[in-house]
């Protein structure tokens, strides 16, 4: 082999270990990330539903008002 490939491949081959620690590091953050951004859209469409059902609970209490108030105007 030629010597000028032999240096050229016994430093590549030292930088392995590192390039695939890299690598790993990378889709570990990026699967942390994912993780966590999933949580917290799951905690935030929770609160979705909290406030959709006041809302309702809000509307349906203001039409039941309404024809109280109307027949007491009368």
């Known amino acids: 082999m030629d010597p000028l490939l032999q240096e050229a491949y016994s430093t590549v081959i030292t ?12 889709w570990l953050i990026l699967f942390v990330l994912i993780v966590v951004s999933i949580l917290k859209l799951n905690k935030i469409e929770k609160e979705v539903e ?3 059902a006041s809302i309702d609970r809000l509307e349906s209490l203001k039409q039941s ?9 009368k």
């Open 15 to 26: 930088a392995v270990p590192y390039v695939v620690l890299a690598y790993l590091l990378i």
């Open 50 to 52: 909290v406030l959709e």
């Open 65 to 73: 008002d309404k024809p109280l108030d109307e027949n007491a105007r």
